[in-house]
């Protein structure tokens, strides 16, 4: 299931070399492609659920649990040119850094230093935690896809060197595991959240776009206006923009505390005549092609996972009264 998402990696890589004006570019919420949505599409049933739920559900933080090593491997998963591995960092480098620490550090296992590897690779030097891609090479996987599809930030977790532990070790890893997935948890509020509002009215705001000054990669605001965006501590620039409405800007610290910091945007709708001069210059008011586009395609997906369970449904049926 981990290789079964859409290579959205190939499709902003892409986009990053046929487009000489980066102001044009998108870095987040990438769309599914098109051939993935389609009923003959090589998508399991679990991958298309897993799909809709990330679709319903705003998640903020996430992670897949492996096994047969003792790592923890952040995005990308993917390398550029598809090379075997190599390091391939997102631009939120340093946080998927420390989300990987925060769990390698307070395992029991993992922090172990007389510990033995796994197999022929020794995480231990690298304090357990490595770029997915500099691993070894992972198109469409979970962790890539939360990543550019959503503003879920997600690592894999490989939690012990025998990948099918019998039953009777089952306690046993669950103590070393169970202080660092409550660490790992507690991450979630590290950064920045608020409401983006609509400075006359008070409504929420919906897929505002939340940009941090000097990391490529925004997030968008969910549908009663809130947002949460993971950062580690340190002074951040951070500008709110939304269709129709004025860009705001603000400085927003984000300290060493268990809570993230509050910042709220009130964003100021661009009088009537303004929104006819952009039409009158431009043709029609700028919109969000990539977000209708995705929209679209998700309820493609949806439809035509529904016709596939219809299928098998029927199927089965059919096979049951043969029997």
Not at 1 to 7: G, I, K, S
Not at 17 to 31: A, G, Q, V, W
Not at 114 to 120: L, S, V
Request: charged residues 25%.
């Amino acid at each position: 299931m981990n290789h079964n998402f859409a290579d959205l990696n190939s499709v902003m890589w892409t986009a990053i070399e046929l487009e000489t004006d980066r102001s044009k570019l998108i870095n987040h919420y990438f769309p599914i492609p098109e051939q993935y949505t389609s009923e003959e599409a090589f998508v399991a049933p679990e991958t298309r659920a897993v799909i809709s739920w990330m679709q319903n559900i705003p998640f903020v933080l996430g992670a897949n649990l492996h096994g047969g090593e003792l790592v923890i491997t952040y995005p990308y998963d993917m390398t550029r040119d598809w090379a075997p591995r190599e390091h391939t960092p997102t631009p939120d480098e340093a946080f998927f850094r420390w989300l990987a620490a925060a769990y390698a550090s307070t395992n029991q296992v993992m922090s172990n230093p007389d510990r033995r590897p796994c197999h022929n690779k020794d995480f231990l030097r690298y304090n357990n935690i490595i770029n997915g891609a500099d691993w070894h090479n992972v198109p469409g996987s979970m962790n890539d896809f939360s990543y550019l599809h959503t503003n879920c930030f997600e690592v894999t977790m490989e939690l012990s060197c025998d990948k099918f532990p019998h039953a009777s070790e089952l306690p046993i890893e669950w103590e070393n595991n169970r202080e660092s997935l409550l660490v790992y948890m507690e991450q979630v509020h590290r950064g920045i959240k608020g409401v983006i509002r609509d400075k006359d009215t008070k409504a929420g705001i919906a897929h505002a776009i939340i940009k941090v000054e000097d990391i490529d990669h925004h997030i968008r605001s969910v549908a009663d206006g809130d947002y949460w965006r993971l950062l580690n501590p340190g002074e951040y620039h951070v500008t709110v923009s939304a269709e129709g409405y004025f860009p705001s800007s603000r400085t927003c610290d984000v300290m060493y505390d268990h809570f993230p910091t509050t910042c709220d945007f009130n964003l100021t709708k661009i009088p009537r005549q303004r929104v006819k001069g952009i039409m009158v210059n431009r043709g029609k008011l700028p919109k969000d092609h990539q977000l209708r586009l995705r929209q679209l395609r998700m309820r493609k997906l949806r439809i035509t996972t529904k016709a596939v369970n219809r299928r098998r449904a029927a199927a089965a049926a059919k096979l049951v009264k043969q029997v």
